[in-house]
């Protein structure tokens, strides 16, 4: 039988006060030692995510909920997505590598290095409409050996990526961070969303038409420390992945509810048929819990 626990939501300002759902979240799964890196896959109804120092990726599937392994070794893996093919795009911290995961089985990789320097430790990664991809690149992986694998940054930088999807080209789009993490774009793409861990905020960037970006106040701060990764409703709400559990962010920035969890929270993304089944990633375990919002865009975003 599932595990299950109540659903506490705090509702700290009225526009949050319509949310909910289950009476109960269940915890799918328990036994990994860091959870990250959630990602729906619609086309065959299940969910995967890394257990980043045991090196292995997990899968639950949505109609039995039987969890096994997906892959192992995984290159220490960390955030993953679905490209607009719905081929898994992975951040690879041990190999130090973003990678795409083709139908087929096969493994291409896509960024691993920028002006020649190798990469830190990507750690998570999203998909523009147009085919770019996008990544943050900490130095998480390589601070130890518990993640990754020792080494020192041949960059000297934690930056923020682009893609391009035609050249190919890795271009560093935004490079004044301690530790960038979690990011998302708005429903309409026109922002681009960056948490920084170290300095504990959420910030704001303008995406223009060439992939550039402009911008960069910070939007939000958050006092639950780990600020990590973070997802967008279909109504622009921010969901983000914190030590007490999920915040719930208005466009404004303004925090307006929560969703408490018994563990420190890493990640999340919205999955289901619907896009109304949010599973989160906390420390040991994987939980989730179906909500009357949707995730904004494909079911990975």
């Known amino acids: 039988m599932t595990e299950t626990i109540p659903a506490e939501f705090d509702v700290l300002d009225e526009r949050f006060a319509a949310v909910g759902g289950d009476e109960r979240v269940e915890r799918i799964h328990r036994g990994c030692r860091w959870a ?36 192992a070794p995984a290159g220490h893996t960390n955030g993953h997505t679905l490209d607009t093919l719905g081929r898994l795009v992975s951040c690879e911290q041990g190999n130090r590598r973003v990678t795409r995961t083709e139908h087929d089985g096969s493994i291409t990789v896509i960024a691993d290095r920028w ?7 990507p750690n998570d990664v999203v998909v523009r409409s147009d085919g770019s991809i996008w990544f943050t690149d900490p ?25 391009d999807p035609i050249t190919g080209e890795v271009r560093v789009v935004a490079g004044d961070f301690a530790r960038p993490n979690g990011l998302a774009f708005s429903p309409d793409e026109r922002l681009l969303y960056v948490a920084d861990t170290r300095r504990g905020h959420l910030r704001s960037f303008d995406v223009r038409d060439d992939g550039t970006l402009s911008g960069g106040a910070v939007l939000a701060e958050c006092a639950a420390g780990g600020l990590d990764g ?15 559990g999920v915040h ?12 408490r969890l018994p563990e ?27 909500l009357n919002v949707r995730g904004s865009g494909p079911a990975h975003a």
Do not use: Q
């Open 248 to 259: 719930c962010l208005a466009p404004d920035g303004t925090l307006i509810g929560r969703l």
């Open 264 to 290: 420190k929270t890493s990640n999340l993304v919205f999955g289901g048929l619907k896009r109304n089944w949010l599973f989160v990633t906390a420390s040991t375990s994987v939980y989730s819990i179906m």
């Open 36 to 71: 990250e890196g959630p990602v729906y896959v619609p086309a065959g109804r299940y969910l995967l995510w890394s257990d980043i120092p045991n090196d292995r990726m997990l899968r639950w599937d949505e109609l039995t909920g039987a969890v096994g392994p997906f892959r």
């Open 139 to 163: 130095s998480y992986g390589i601070t130890s050996d518990y993640e990754g694998h020792r080494a020192d940054s041949e960059i000297g930088a934690d930056n923020v990526y682009r893609v």
């Open 115 to 121: 002006e020649g320097r190798r990469l830190n430790s």
């Open 230 to 244: 973070i997802r967008l409703d279909d109504t622009g709400r921010i969901w983000a992945a914190t030590h007490e």
